[in-house]
């Protein structure tokens, strides 16, 4: 079994930072791309950034120059440093993986999702 659990999410000021992790359990072999997701009430899931098993990072235009995505392969832990963060990029936010498993294949795997609320 694999899950993958998200953290660090919570309530901020505007203008603030939040650092939301996510950690890979179970049979784990290896990671390729690692996204973060966000969904906003009443609004589409959408991308906020992706990272390769190389390092290779994009995002959303609304990410550049706030937020940025890295991983720890050796925690099998990806990271997502938000800052300047505005009531707008409230939402709760997901982690998706690209997990070759205890299947021997390749699967994708949500996590159960993390809220980020930023208000004064």
């Known amino acids: 079994q694999v899950q993958l659990v998200e953290s660090g999410g919570g309530l901020v000021q505007p203008g603030g930072s939040l650092t939301l992790s996510c950690v890979a359990h179970?049979?784990?072999?290896?990671?390729?791309?690692m996204n973060w997701y966000r969904q906003a009430p009443g609004k589409q899931r959408e991308l906020v950034a992706v990272?390769?098993?190389?390092?290779?990072?994009d995002g959303a235009d609304f990410a550049k120059g706030r937020f940025t995505v890295s991983r720890d392969d050796a925690k099998k832990t990806m990271y997502l440093q938000m800052n300047s963060l505005k009531p707008e990029d409230t939402a709760v936010y997901y982690c998706?993986?690209?997990?070759?498993?205890?299947?021997?294949?390749?699967?994708?795997?949500w996590g159960q999702g993390t809220q980020v609320s930023v208000s004064s």
């Open positions: 990272i390769d098993s190389s390092g290779n990072t």
């Open positions: 998706n993986a690209d997990i070759l498993d205890y299947t021997s294949r390749v699967r994708n795997y």
């Open positions: 179970g049979t784990v072999f290896s990671i390729t791309t």
